[in-house]
């Protein structure tokens, strides 16, 4: 055998072992997830979801709607990952008269 008919019988083998290998891949069947991803169960009962979707319904009354401006504050820490403020904790009484 010269080189090129071994070139050729090379390129041949490759081929076949390729087109072989989509064929095995192509048939195999995907795994379906289990469960829902926890992203999808999140969705479905989401209260913050569910007043974005309100606040879009007002159209431009929503800009002036104390509800829906705390909707949206809420909705930008989270996709900011901001944790919500801590509440400052109450003053403490002065003593009068020392």
Do not use: N, Y
């Amino acid at each position: 055998m010269d080189g090129k008919m071994l070139a050729r019988l090379g390129a041949i083998v490759f081929v076949a072992v390729a087109v072989t290998a989509t064929a095995i891949e192509m048939t195999r069947k995907q795994d379906a997830p289990a469960s829902p991803s926890a992203r999808q169960q999140q969705r479905e009962g989401d209260p913050l979801r569910e007043g974005q979707r309100r606040c879009q319904q007002l159209g431009e009354a929503a800009a002036r709607d104390p509800e829906c401006l705390r909707v949206w504050a809420e909705t930008r820490d989270r996709f900011l990952g901001h944790a919500p403020a801590p509440v400052a904790p109450a003053a403490p009484a002065t003593a009068e008269g020392r």
